[in-house]
């Protein structure tokens, strides 16, 4: 009975990875979930549903999503770092997940170490609006109205850590340090709504969430923050252009994975993610939302890795600057 042990116990030890390499070749055999770390109707998750339907027609299961909004974006990247490495949960986020580790010194997550990239998506400036009842018309007099009356001017953001928080961190910076007041929503979907029925001052919004209100006539555009001015409002100057030199920010998109999700996965949803973006309807989908898709061959694990590691480096810097580190961590999951 001895004898028998040895060789019984090497075929289950022979059997057990071959087992699991099947499991990931098959993938995948149920729903997939992405999570979004905004809320819902908001320019994350407009950009989330839009790669999900294509990406579940070519994996042949259904991509969900779940709307998972706080921490600027850490709480649902929290999750999905604690989730199964299966490839069944993936977090779409922005450049707010490469500042996370300055902002959250207590951060329950690593977000270079604990997530395998799968690609860059897309990328574009925010937009600075404002409530059309203000005394401005012009971002030259947008910038002296905030100079000028500092506290009593209100900004909107969508969480600390948030894409419109980080705008505002480095707009106070570039100001020689002006600190406006500050009103926290869950999401820039909530603030564009206050902001356009004038129960704020201004807001930095992605340019799909603030186009529509834009269009509307219910928001005045009054800069952008790329270095080159957009097509899509060729009338509205840059944040450079009107003095504040060097003033850039860039809202860019990166799918994940949590860290060990084996290869096969990660490449299936690798080729998933580009049909996707190269998918005719959303490429004008994306043009309609003001925003670019990175270049064909510049976009794949690698270079969404080079993008993370590269960009948490820089809000480092921009975040110690600025002195904005949030000095009690509520992301504790």
Request: aromatic share 8%.
């Amino acid at each position: 009975m001895k004898r028998l042990m040895v060789p019984l116990f090497s075929i289950a030890a022979w059997l057990m990875p071959t087992t699991a390499s099947s499991a990931a070749d098959a993938y995948p055999t149920k729903p997939i979930t992405m999570v979004i770390p905004f809320t819902a109707a908001g320019p994350s998750d407009a950009v989330g549903r839009l790669l999900a339907k294509t990406m579940a027609e070519s994996l042949g299961q259904p991509v969900n999503i779940e709307n998972l909004a706080g921490g600027g974006g850490s709480t649902g990247a929290g999750k999905v770092a604690k989730s199964p490495a299966d490839g069944y949960t993936l977090l779409l986020h922005h450049f707010a997940h490469a500042a996370s580790k300055a902002l959250y010194p207590n951060l329950t997550f690593d977000p270079v170490k604990d997530f395998e990239p799968i690609g860059l998506v897309s990328y574009g400036p925010y937009v600075l609006v404002a409530r059309t009842s203000l005394p401005i018309k012009n971002a030259e007099q947008a910038l002296k109205y905030i100079r000028d009356n500092r506290e009593k001017v209100s900004f909107g953001h969508a969480g600390v850590g948030s894409g419109s928080h980080l705008c505002n961190i480095l707009l106070m910076s570039a100001l020689g340090k002006v600190k406006f007041t500050e009103k926290t929503y869950r999401g820039t979907g909530p603030a564009m709504m206050d902001l356009a029925a004038g129960q704020i001052d201004f807001l930095f919004d992605q340019t799909v969430g603030a186009a529509p209100f834009i269009k509307a006539g219910t928001v005045r555009p009054l800069a952008v923050t790329s270095q080159n001015r957009l097509d899509a409002l060729k009338e509205t100057p840059t944040l450079q252009e009107v003095g504040l030199k060097g003033f850039e920010v860039t809202q860019w998109f990166a799918l994940y994975a949590p860290k060990g999700t084996p290869k096969p996965a990660l490449d299936k949803l690798a080729v998933a993610l580009e049909a996707a973006i190269k998918d005719p309807p959303n490429e004008s989908k994306f043009a309609e939302f003001g925003t670019l898709v990175f270049q064909a061959g510049k976009r794949g694990p690698t270079d969404a890795r080079k993008k993370l590691e590269a960009e948490v480096v820089r809000w480092r810097k921009i975040v110690k600057d600025a002195g904005a580190e949030v000095k009690e961590s509520k992301t504790k999951k």
